[in-house]
């Protein structure tokens, strides 16, 4: 079924063949996982001349390592969480959330870790992973890879020469990242130290308010207010700070309808420097959004402010896109019919799914399985035989 055809279905049923073939996708990379986890242990690759199973996935299957690698790893790690296990069968959990979540569920704590993967998004499920790890004593990385040309590598390389020269001694490809970056800030790679401990203050403060807890920042807030010098009719809100990367010297004016520089940088800061759309990806071209809009008389302080992009922002006017403000659950996002953004896809699990781990899919085998397991499964709500495959999918799947 090529895109323009799909083009003409009906909505509703294009989007739920999307939900039903990421669920699918799930699926199937975890029963890769434990095909390849059975050739690791068997030590079967040596028939077909690899030397270990990334070879043998890359050899036979055309997959590459890191993707053998974590379909390995998932399949592994699986075998002792049953829920997880079967959530990821029944399409209830995405393969993205099941990366994040895999190296920090247990038996005893699976169930949390499941709901939470239903329920926030990845890059709020990402931040929670990287607590409990800090939580459990380890200490956070950030990886950095780049694909580089031949010409940019030697480029590189030059420019890490030429520092190294100008410090007299070898500089690491991180040092010549830190220089480069206060090339940029300050116009030179190696500004007083006044002001590169400046900025590794503000980077700091950066890093703090992404490490905070996760929790609604709109919530109500403990305020002050305060004379506008000048203006004794004004009264300016003061946030008392709650954490130690805000900013105590910061007032807003709820009567001004634009924040000022300062403003809208605690802001972002606070956003993550992000859209605050879930699963937004956008973060560049960022606005400030008035959750209670200016013109309906919301006013201009950090508990009616968020960080959204330029196009979530059109949206967002256009009732596309509804944000709302709830006491008990901070923001609530929908789309113009109400249903909620923060959900995830597969909430809706498709009902093709078989119940048991691998004696199904989206059909079921006629030939070569155990007849009472069939007879079972022919007798289960909604399962189908190879020539009852599901309607929506059928079409879609005329092509592999």
Same mark, same amino acid.
């Given at each position: 079924?090529?895109?323009?055809?799909?083009?003409?279905?009906?909505?509703?049923?294009?989007?739920?063949?999307?939900? @039903?073939?990421?669920?699918?996708?799930?699926?199937?990379?975890?029963?890769?996982?434990?095909?390849?986890?059975?050739?690791?242990?068997?030590?079967?690759?040596?028939?077909?001349?690899?030397?270990?199973?990334?070879?043998?996935?890359?050899?036979?299957?055309?997959?590459?390592?890191?993707?053998?690698?974590?379909?390995?790893?998932?399949?592994?790690?699986?075998?002792?969480?049953?829920?997880?296990?079967?959530?990821?069968?029944?399409?209830?959990?995405?393969?993205?959330?099941?990366?994040?979540?895999?190296?920090?569920?247990?038996?005893?704590?699976?169930?949390?870790?499941?709901?939470?993967?239903?329920?926030?998004?990845?890059?709020?499920?990402?931040?929670?992973?990287?607590?409990?790890?800090?939580?459990?004593?380890?200490?956070?990385?950030?990886?950095?890879?780049?694909?580089?040309?031949?010409?940019?590598?030697?480029?590189?390389?030059?420019?890490?020469?030429?520092?190294?020269?100008?410090?007299?001694?070898?500089?690491?490809?991180?040092?010549?990242?830190?220089?480069?970056?206060?090339?940029?800030?300050?116009?030179?790679?190696?500004?007083?130290?006044?002001?590169?401990?400046?900025?590794?203050?503000?980077?700091?403060?950066?890093?703090?308010?992404?490490?905070?807890?996760?929790?609604?920042?709109?919530?109500?807030?403990?305020?002050?207010?305060?004379?506008?010098?000048?203006?004794?009719?004004?009264?300016?809100?003061?946030?008392?700070?709650?954490? @130690?990367?805000?900013?105590?010297?910061?007032?807003?004016?709820?009567?001004?309808?634009?924040?000022?520089?300062?403003?809208?940088?605690?802001?972002?800061?606070?956003?993550?420097?992000?859209?605050?759309?879930?699963?937004?990806?956008?973060?560049?071209?960022?606005?400030?959004?008035?959750?209670?809009?200016?013109?309906?008389?919301?006013?201009?302080?950090?508990?009616?402010?968020?960080?959204?992009?330029?196009?979530?922002?059109?949206?967002?006017?256009?009732?596309?896109?509804?944000?709302?403000?709830?006491?008990?659950?901070?923001?609530?996002?929908?789309?113009?019919?109400?249903?909620?953004?923060?959900?995830?896809?597969?909430?809706?699990?498709?009902?093709?799914?078989?119940?048991?781990?691998?004696?199904?899919?989206?059909?079921?085998?006629?030939?070569?399985?155990?007849?009472?397991?069939?007879?079972?499964?022919?007798?289960?709500?909604?399962?189908?035989?190879?020539?009852?495959?599901?309607?929506?999918?059928?079409?879609?799947?005329?092509?592999?």
């Amino acid at each position: 079924m090529t895109a323009v055809e799909l083009q003409q279905l009906d909505r509703e049923e294009l989007h739920r063949l999307a939900r @039903e073939s990421a669920g699918l996708t799930v699926r199937s990379r975890l029963i890769l996982g434990r095909c390849l986890l059975a050739i690791q242990r068997s030590q079967s690759y040596y028939e077909r001349g690899a030397c270990s199973v990334y070879h043998f996935a890359l050899l036979e299957l055309q997959i590459p390592q890191r993707e053998a690698y974590q379909s390995i790893l998932v399949a592994r790690r699986l075998e002792v969480l049953p829920g997880l296990t079967q959530a990821a069968l029944t399409g209830k959990v995405s393969w993205s959330a099941l990366e994040i979540i895999i190296s920090r569920a247990t038996p005893d704590n699976e169930s949390t870790w499941l709901e939470m993967a239903q329920t926030l998004t990845i890059k709020r499920l990402a931040r929670l992973a990287r607590q409990a790890a800090e939580a459990e004593g380890e200490a956070e990385k950030v990886e950095l890879k780049v694909q580089l040309s031949p010409e940019e590598m030697a480029m590189l390389q030059q420019v890490l020469r030429d520092l190294s020269s100008q410090v007299g001694r070898r500089l690491s490809m991180r040092e010549c990242l830190e220089c480069l970056c206060c090339e940029r800030l300050f116009g030179s790679p190696f500004p007083e130290e006044n002001e590169k401990q400046r900025l590794r203050e503000e980077v700091r403060r950066d890093v703090a308010a992404q490490k905070e807890p996760i929790q609604a920042p709109w919530a109500a807030a403990a305020a002050e207010e305060e004379d506008c010098p000048g203006q004794p009719d004004v009264q300016l809100v003061k946030a008392i700070p709650r954490k @130690e990367w805000e900013n105590g010297r910061l007032s807003f004016n709820p009567q001004s309808r634009q924040v000022t520089p300062a403003q809208r940088q605690e802001i972002l800061r606070r956003d993550g420097y992000q859209c605050a759309v879930p699963d937004c990806p956008h973060i560049l071209w960022l606005h400030i959004h008035h959750v209670v809009y200016w013109s309906d008389g919301g006013v201009t302080v950090p508990e009616n402010l968020l960080t959204v992009c330029g196009k979530c922002h059109r949206l967002i006017h256009a009732g596309v896109i509804r944000v709302s403000q709830d006491d008990g659950r901070g923001l609530i996002w929908t789309d113009r019919e109400g249903r909620e953004l923060a959900r995830k896809i597969y909430e809706e699990p498709a009902d093709w799914w078989a119940a048991d781990e691998l004696d199904g899919g989206p059909w079921i085998e006629d030939e070569g399985n155990d007849p009472d397991l069939l007879e079972s499964s022919r007798d289960r709500p909604g399962a189908r035989t190879r020539g009852q495959t599901n309607p929506c999918l059928s079409g879609f799947l005329a092509w592999r």
